[in-house]
């Protein structure tokens, strides 16, 4: 795939089934998260890679948090379901690490920017994927149980797998909308 076709038709799909990348594909879609933009080479980013009996463990961690924060019957009784939705479940990391020229926000932002460079890797490779957070990104407990420190962040959960139906192509934003330029 030519890179601005992947850049200006990527898209994100909820639903996702078998296959998710394996071996050397895998290793494509995790080195292309390494060699993002970092700010002195602090590598803040860490991820978790979640599939099979690591996918049961992630609900079980939803679940121990919902419980623990009191959550609805609902959240509750849906925790452990959530990772099941793709063949595997990346937990996206930024570890703060305190540099004097480095503030937090822009190790969030290299963490991001590793999140979205696995989605075009793995959308260049005929997998899909879709950037996902909610509750439990935010949740104190999520992160107590992941032995993440107070200033480390949770970027998002990125479901990976196959999908055989395609999402409908959104409309294309104008650019006027968006951009300015000083000239
Ligand atoms: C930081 C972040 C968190 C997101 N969290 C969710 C989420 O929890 N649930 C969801 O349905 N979409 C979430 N999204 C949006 C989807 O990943 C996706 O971008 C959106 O559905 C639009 O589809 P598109 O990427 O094909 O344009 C999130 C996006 C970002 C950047």
Redesign the pocket.
Known sequence: MQALDLLLN?????KLQSPAPQGQELETIMQAALKVPDHASLTPWRFIVCQGQGLHKLGELFYQAALTEGMSERDISRAKDLPLRAPMVMVAISEYCEHEKVPRVEQIAST?CA?YAMQLAAQALGFDS?????AY?HSKSVKQLLGLKTDDEI??FIYLGSTSTK?AD?PKKQTENYFEFWN
């Open positions: 990527r898209s994100s799909q909820p991001s999140v879709m950037w996902r957070t909610g990104a970027i998002g999402v959104k």
